[in-house]
């Protein structure tokens, strides 16, 4: 049975550690499972999360978009909807969502034209089920510029009120559709955070 599960959040929230673990939990329980991740996990689109995250990059606020939905555009018709039709299990590290939180809520893209675009350059595939891991801003780009060091990348470096629109982005969404993004507090440790996704994973599943 295939299903489509993505991790959502701020920066350093934790959840590219959950999307791993998830997945090789769900290998060893003997299901088929593609771990992927936005921006760039293609042969062809690498090189955009490169120019992306680069904070020499002077890109204008619609060539960004522009990028990340021809990186989601390559990545859905190559990857992930033929692991889908293969049945598998799919674990995507950032979607659509992120899109709409960033571009939308974060550098003010109008939210209507977004989804529209969004909506066309993923043919329409949305995820099953969405984990929205909600993390203070503080903790989460603390954490995020430790591990990159200095200011980080290109939206890392980015002032802290637009990561506060992100973050009501993520909560507006959620409030918008409760049924597919559960939001899981990135207060927790990770154990417990585990254990809630590896529920609401089962609860898809049987
Ligand atoms: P990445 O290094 O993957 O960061 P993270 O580990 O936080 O996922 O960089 C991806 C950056 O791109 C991240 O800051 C979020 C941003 N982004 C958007 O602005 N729009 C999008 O549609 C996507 C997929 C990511």
Not at 32 to 39: A, G, Q, R, S
Not at 132 to 153: K, Q, V, Y
Request: proline share 3%; hydrophobic share 40%; aromatic share 6%.
């Amino acid at each position: 049975m295939s299903l489509f599960i993505t991790f959502e959040g701020i920066e350093g929230c934790g959840k590219s550690t959950q999307a791993a673990l998830l997945a090789e939990h769900l290998r060893n329980e003997g299901h088929c499972v593609l771990l992927t991740h936005e921006p760039g996990d293609t042969p062809a689109t690498a090189w955009i999360r490169t120019l992306l995250a680069d904070p020499a990059s002077d890109l204008d606020d619609r060539a960004e978009l522009l990028l990340f939905l021809a990186d989601r555009a390559q990545h859905v018709t190559t990857i992930i909807r033929p692991a889908l039709e293969r049945g598998e299990i799919v674990v995507c590290d950032r979607y659509s969502d992120s899109t709409i939180a960033y571009q939308g809520f974060g550098r003010g893209h109008d939210l209507k034209m977004l989804e529209s675009l969004d909506r066309w350059a993923s043919q329409a595939t949305v995820p099953d089920l969405t984990m929205w891991i909600d993390t203070d801003i503080e903790t989460g780009l603390a954490r995020a510029r430790r591990r990159r060091g200095g200011d980080g990348d290109r939206f890392e470096a980015q002032p802290e009120a637009f990561h506060k629109r992100i973050r009501n982005g993520f909560a507006a969404l959620q409030s918008r559709f409760p049924e597919r993004i559960q939001r899981l507090d990135g207060g927790a440790s990770v154990e417990e955070t585990f254990t809630r996704v590896k529920d609401l994973v089962q609860s898809r599943l049987s």
